[in-house]
């Protein structure tokens, strides 16, 4: 019995290295390994081999059965690689070389967190505006009284597009404001993310363009309890913890009172390079609405107060993910912006 097997192996492991093609291989393997193929026909010869000896007969077949599969896996990957080899017609040509990875896409850091910030305002019930790039002074100045004269101008470095028609790059996202006050009737709340513009000395902290996110809330009986109810939530959902805020006095034209927000910096208890050694971050300058802005926007100053704030979301995002050059937001470098 077991000459059998030796000379059903032989002849088996002649034809599979004999294959020159994969259907021929194919027609090998069911002519051995097939159903009614030679290995079947050994199998079934097992009722003549005395019952002693059947185990070993058995496993003798089975042993059989896995090598002639192997060897025909490796004819088949034989079989493979010439076909490759047939097809090239460069003789640098290397079909076995790993294919070159493809570059796929990420998000900006900035798309991010404008993401997670519309989500968070969106779940409190804030609409997301838009506004225009380049702005008309009255509603970049003017409407939020910085009247022509006012040195509060001066902060904002302008670049104008053209001096006549007073028509400038914003300096900021409060022109929106207006535009909000002028077309929607209270009480509303609204988010205006968005690209702003200055003439500015570029350095680790100053860019010309940079990101700000507007948050306007006009109503009846609006305070500055909401307005730190609301960045307290804020500020909750982006850092996952209870964070203290303060507010200093702050002037800006627009709001009355103004004030600086700041934040218990999440990062550390006593002082850190982030908080500067103070363990507080200064987040945002906000205030309640000034009258003649509401008044300039067409809204009833007597019977609506509001509050708004401008989150510098340049700085946020750096804080964020740790990154200490604004310049690196805008700078298009592909090797800064895999990182994220
Ligand atoms: N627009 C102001 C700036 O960019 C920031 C600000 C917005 C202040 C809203 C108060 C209220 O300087």
Sequence with gaps: MSAERAELRERALAA????????????????????????????????????????AFGEGANELKRALEAALAERRAVLERERLAAERTDEHFDA????RALAHGSLHPLTHVVRRLEQIFSSMGYAILDGPEVELDAYNFEKLNIPHDHPAREMHDTFWCDREQRLLMRTHTSPVQIRALEKMPPPFRAIVPGRCFRNETTDASHEHTFHQMEGLV??????????IGTMKTFLR??????????????????????FELDVRCPFCAQGC????????IELCPCGMVHPAVLKAGGIDSQRYTGFAFGLGLSRLVMLRYGIDDIRHLMGADVRFLEQF
């Design 273 to 280: 390079s982030v908080c500067k050694r103070s363990t507080w």
């Design 237 to 258: 959902e982006v850092f996952q913890q209870e964070l203290e805020v303060r507010l200093r006095p702050g002037y800006f034209p627009f709001v009355e009172p103004g």
């Design 218 to 227: 006009v109503g009846e009986g609006i305070t500055v309890g909401h307005l």
């Design 96 to 99: 076995t070389l790993p294919a």
């Design 16 to 55: 599979i290295s004999a294959a020159r093609e994969p259907s021929e291989l194919a027609r090998v393997e069911r002519e051995f390994l097939g159903k009614d193929g030679a290995l079947g026909k050994l199998l079934g010869s097992i009722r003549d081999v005395p019952p002693a000896e059947r185990k």
